[in-house]
């Protein structure tokens, strides 16, 4: 099976600290992306990266950054948390669209992230 | 971003049939239409997706208009374990040419015994 593991399930950081949350899956993807879940709002995209060392913003990249050094690894990083980031934090890798077994996102079970 | 719109909730008696209704009627040609659900406390798992013809796999069934401007999720039997939050969206092609997941925020569908 697929397996995309996020690194924590729960987190509580302070303001100011920088937060590095950690994303790896298994199945030699080249898509990677990073959302947050926060009541209301649905699923609102962060980051996504469709190689190594590529990236593209998604929707809210504001105070945050990612980094992506090897294929199988894709972090989330806050430079300075702040307590709006407080939020469930939730990854997911897919394959390149031409691959074989269709273009489907396999999700993370997420990290929930608290800044205090 | 093509965006969709989705009922914010649904119920079903369990055993019965459930549609689950979605536009999508800034769709573009190469969009593809996913349907997604997230069970409590887990990540959002895949459900089905298809572009123009109506699908079918062991989950679900999808139906889609002839004009693309709407589909339909078709849970044939709904049972207990069918309680989630259910998410329609477009897999949106970005500026670099590859795609990416927009989501809405979805339907929570309560599966009545």
């Known amino acids: 099976d697929v397996k995309v593991t996020q690194s924590s399930r729960y987190l509580v950081k302070r303001t100011g600290e920088k937060v590095f949350l950690e994303c790896v899956q298994d199945?030699?993807?080249?898509?990677m992306f990073w959302y947050r879940q926060d009541p209301g709002l649905g699923l609102r995209l962060i980051y996504f990266?469709?190689?190594?060392?590529?990236?593209e913003k998604g929707d809210i990249p504001e105070g945050y950054s990612v980094s992506r050094e090897k294929k199988e690894r894709f972090s989330l990083i806050l430079e300075s948390a702040s307590t709006n980031q407080t939020s469930m934090y939730l990854c997911?890798?897919?394959?390149?669209?031409?691959?074989?077994?269709?273009?489907?996102?396999?999700f993370g079970q997420g990290t929930r992230l608290t800044v205090v | 971003d093509a965006k969709t719109t989705q009922p914010n909730s649904m119920e079903s008696n369990e055993e019965e049939p459930v549609h689950l209704p979605c536009n999508h009627s800034?769709?573009?040609?190469?969009?593809?239409i996913h349907w997604y659900r997230q069970l409590p406390s887990q990540g959002p798992e895949y459900v089905i997706h298809?572009?123009?013809s109506n699908v079918n796999n062991r989950m679900a069934s999808l139906a889609i208009a002839e004009d693309r401007k709407s589909s339909t999720l078709i849970l044939h039997r709904a049972t207990l374990r069918d309680a989630a939050v259910y998410y329609c969206i477009l897999r949106d092609y970005s500026t670099s040419g590859t795609y990416k997941y927009i989501f809405g925020t979805g339907t929570r569908l309560k599966v009545l015994a």
């Open positions: 990266s469709y190689d190594v060392k590529m990236k």
């Open positions: 997911a890798s897919s394959p390149s669209q031409g691959a074989k077994g269709g273009t489907e996102a396999f």
């Open positions: 199945m030699d993807h080249e898509n």
């Open positions: 800034t769709i573009s040609g190469t969009d593809y």
């Open positions: 298809g572009l123009t």
